[in-house]
């Protein structure tokens, strides 16, 4: 079959922070994709264009690049399209979006740290692909770099996926990206490769290893939609790897929908990746990535193909949701009154809110468009829907995003996504890697424990640290992140992948104590709060507005306490012998909206504002939840 030996099309995976969007950055600057007076002016991790991303320090989003590469034999320049992934399994349906675009991957993994879960799962998906592997053992310039059994724990990992013999016989690369280094020989532990000062041998080996795109001459036109942006001036663009056939600007091609209907549309736009901008182009051949404007319906998995002889490619399939969560309207008494929930201040802002059903219910609607691991289904109420997604990560992230953008909402707690199997109830569990030092790691058990997680298996390194593996259920991990933090000094890295599904494990009780609640509106007082802190943990300031049934603490004991935190103090004439004693407040402990989350019994929800995050009763009166709870108690 002919062959483009002008391009090649590859994948960076990898387990989060292991170093691919640093590792693109050097590739993207060694290539000549900026002029030498841009070097300076570059941001680090450039691929992180999301201001969330930037901020959390993770890759959200599968983006694409590409560098001309001129081979330092001679010879036509190659191009090279790169689609650097996220790296955490929540959103893992950018991973599989990712792999559809492209031939081979690069498996990124840490010198010391080693294949963790999420090199585990973008592992499993690009040997399901049947895509050959390069392996690059990244950061070796750390100090705690362990190559060799690094190496060794990789060749593990394969054999447990069950590589077959051509993928297990991969190249490998040793690399410190922060330097912009690699080599093809292994340098001692702690070190930077001493016989490179370039990625030249990486780029040679993936011109080696990386098939180049092959086609049939007389197959129709045949371009998948992998990927979809948006342009203020083209409207909805698509970004689709051609598979067979030409596509050029101005051209009318079938366009196959997901529902297998088929209507013609002309391609008004067509551009091509350089570096981080598209430019215009005349036309793609087989194995180009590119982006074409026109077609304002268009959606993620569906073809674009021959008029004549209009062939579908297989839709894109990404694994079951196993997080849900409530999202609805805010339904609380400071809906859109801005921050502080009085003044004149805020009216300014309340004008940009979106708090009507119909604005959330088209917000949602419109994430499903790029986003194909999110699911959105009906509830028995006309003003809330239940948002289905990989894990906690991704549904926190989507609330932020609608955040910034204006929107109040009521999120729930989340909750698993179960399913019947042979008439029984089956739940999500997760496969959790855990590195703790050795003193923290009876408290570590003890937690798993409780969350009816069992030990999977248990390694130490030598070095004082305990790596532990455990099979929990989903459930066991919401609530699981601050708790673990708090018992290992904050020491402690946890990551997790989901596992597949096992019968319904029982009850969990994973939050021991109880919420202050507040019993009345009002604004809170400094008086109010020195006496309640004994109480327990308080989350609000003085001055902050409350109403009744929003959570103001967390209870020190097992059950919630109504309290007035409004109350002030009574101002009389007579002096007082305690008069001149000060208290000293204890600073409120803030919650990101993660921990709001995590912090939510059932019963409980989370009110979200583009201002703050808040903390609220389910239901808001205090005597109707005395008696749901004293009909609960009694049946």
């Not at 370039?198 to 007389?218: C, G, H, K, M, W």
């Not at 809906?335 to 502080?340: H, I, L, S």
């Not at 919630?560 to 935190?565: F, K, L, S």
């Amino acid at each position: 079959m002919p062959t483009r030996h002008d391009i090649r099309n590859v994948a960076i995976v990898a387990h989060v922070d292991h170093g691919k969007t640093t590792l693109v950055d050097a590739m993207l600057k060694q290539a000549g994709a900026f002029a030498a007076h841009q070097l300076d002016s570059v941001d680090d991790r450039v691929m992180d264009s999301n201001d969330l991303e930037r901020e959390k320090g993770i890759t959200i989003l599968a983006k694409n690049t590409a560098v001309k590469y001129h081979p330092k034999s001679g010879g036509d320049p190659i191009t090279i399209n790169i689609i650097d992934t996220p790296g955490h399994a929540d959103f893992g349906g950018e991973v599989e979006r990712g792999l559809s675009m492209v031939d081979a991957v690069v498996l990124l993994v840490d010198a010391s740290e080693g294949p963790l879960p999420q090199t585990r799962f973008v592992l499993r998906k690009a040997l399901a692909a049947r895509m050959p592997v390069i392996l690059c053992i990244n950061k070796t310039d750390r100090p705690d770099s362990r190559i060799d059994e690094v190496v060794n724990e990789t060749y593990d990992l394969f054999l447990d996926l069950d590589a077959d013999e051509d993928q297990i016989e991969f190249p490998i690369v040793y690399a410190c990206a922060r330097d912009g280094v690699a080599s093809l020989t292994k340098p001692e532990d702690g070190t930077v490769p001493p016989d490179s000062d370039s990625l030249e041998p990486f780029f040679t080996t993936l011109l080696e290893t990386v098939p180049a795109p092959q086609y049939d001459e007389a197959a129709p036109l045949q371009a998948h939609v992998t990927n979809l942006d948006a342009d203020n001036f083209l409207g909805r663009i698509a970004l689709l790897r051609v598979e067979q056939g030409e596509l050029k600007k101005g051209q009318t091609v079938a366009w196959i929908k997901r529902d297998g209907s088929i209507s013609n549309v002309r391609i008004s736009e067509l551009m091509m990746t350089e570096a981080l901008t598209r430019k215009p182009a005349e036309k793609a051949g087989p194995g180009d990535i590119c982006a074409v404007a026109g077609i304002p319906e268009i959606m993620i998995g569906e073809t674009l193909a021959d008029p004549e002889n209009p062939v579908a490619l297989p839709l894109i399939t990404v694994d079951e949701p196993a997080i849900s969560m409530t999202v609805g309207t805010n339904t609380s008494p400071l809906v859109g009154r801005g921050g502080t929930g009085k003044g004149a201040d805020n009216k300014a802002a309340v004008k940009d809110r979106k708090v009507t059903a119909r604005q959330v219910k088209d917000r949602l609607e419109r994430e499903l468009i790029g986003n194909v691991s999110l699911r959105v289904l009906d509830t028995e109420r006309p003003d809330a829907w239940e948002v289905q997604g990989r894990g906690e990560l991704a549904l926190a992230i989507l609330v932020e995003q609608m955040r910034r953008e204006g929107y109040e909402l009521t999120v729930g707690k989340p909750q698993v996504v179960t399913k019947d199997v042979d008439g029984k109830v089956h739940e999500p569990i997760e496969r959790i890697t855990i590195d703790v030092p050795e003193e923290h790691m009876g408290a570590v058990t003890q937690l798993m424990g409780t969350r009816k997680g069992r030990m999977d298996n248990m390694s130490n390194h030598g070095s004082g640290w305990v790596r532990m593996e455990f099979i929990v259920p989903s459930r066991g991990l919401i609530g699981f992140r601050t708790e673990f933090l708090t018992n290992t000094r904050g020491t402690g890295i946890a990551h997790s992948i989901h596992e597949g599904h096992e019968p319904w494990f029982g009850e969990l009780k994973t939050r021991n104590n109880g919420s202050l609640v507040a019993d009345r509106a009002g604004a809170v007082t400094a008086f109010a709060m020195t006496n309640l802190q004994e109480r327990g943990v308080l989350f609000v300031e003085p001055g902050t507005e409350v109403y009744e049934g929003m959570i103001v603490g967390e209870n020190s004991r097992a059950d919630d306490m109504d309290v007035n935190i409004t109350k002030e103090k009574k101002l009389t004439n007579m002096r007082s012998s305690t008069a001149d004693v000060s208290e000293s407040l204890v600073p409120p402990r803030k919650l990101s909206l993660e921990q709001s989350l995590e912090f939510c019994r059932d019963d409980e929800c989370v009110e979200v504002t583009p201002e703050s995050v808040r903390i609220r009763k389910v239901n808001l009166d205090a005597r109707t939840r005395a008696r749901a709870a004293s009909k609960a108690k009694h049946g």
